[in-house]
């Protein structure tokens, strides 16, 4: 249990009861559970995951400030080149059918996002990312069986 060993059980409560809900919140509980003494595979038990998981979110705790223990650090990428009421609009926009903004195309295509994103917002992106966008907007793919719809 020596993970934990500089950190009390008070600091941990602290911390839960700043953190709504989540995965930063499951590896305060984690942490809290390990503090009373449970065993590593209790704890996977109760929180769906590996012991390996459990015991990288302890480690956490070792090598981070309890404050930013539970947090994922910052991922590679940057942010959404669309955001705010532009993003709002691509979505909308995503919701019609193409043919309402002028396209020839019935449903949207990962190549016909692509297109609208550089020629509407000036932004490109990578297929890949169009799919993501497509599948966020909920709109209707093309060649899918939804787009039957």
Do not use: C
């Given at each position: 249990?020596?993970r ?5 059980l008070?600091?941990?409560y ?6 709504d809900e989540?995965k930063?919140?499951e590896?305060?509980?984690a ?7 449970d065993q590593?595979e209790?704890l996977?038990?109760?929180h769906g995951?590996v012991?390996?998981?459990i015991r990288n979110w302890?480690?956490r705790?070792?090598?981070e400030?309890?404050e ?5 650090a910052?991922?590679?990428g ?5 955001e ?5 609009r691509?979505f909308e926009?995503?919701q019609?059918p ?5 396209y020839?195309?019935?449903a949207?295509s990962?190549?016909?996002l692509?297109?609208h ?6 932004v490109?992106y990578?297929?890949t990312?169009?799919?993501?966008l497509?599948?966020r907007?909920r709109a209707?793919?093309?060649?899918s069986?939804?787009s039957?719809?």
């Amino acid at each position: 249990m020596g993970r934990l060993d500089h950190i009390t059980l008070e600091e941990l409560y602290d911390l839960k009861d700043q953190i709504d809900e989540g995965k930063p919140r499951e590896r305060v509980l984690a942490a809290i559970g390990r503090k009373q003494g449970d065993q590593l595979e209790t704890l996977a038990d109760r929180h769906g995951v590996v012991e390996k998981t459990i015991r990288n979110w302890l480690d956490r705790f070792e090598e981070e400030p309890i404050e930013q223990a539970p947090y994922d650090a910052p991922r590679p990428g940057g942010p959404a080149k669309i955001e705010g009421e532009d993003r709002e609009r691509l979505f909308e926009q995503l919701q019609q059918p193409p043919t309402e903004l002028g396209y020839d195309q019935q449903a949207w295509s990962a190549k016909l996002l692509l297109h609208h994103a550089k020629a509407e917002y000036g932004v490109e992106y990578h297929e890949t990312y169009a799919y993501d966008l497509l599948e966020r907007g909920r709109a209707v793919l093309a060649d899918s069986p939804a787009s039957t719809s």
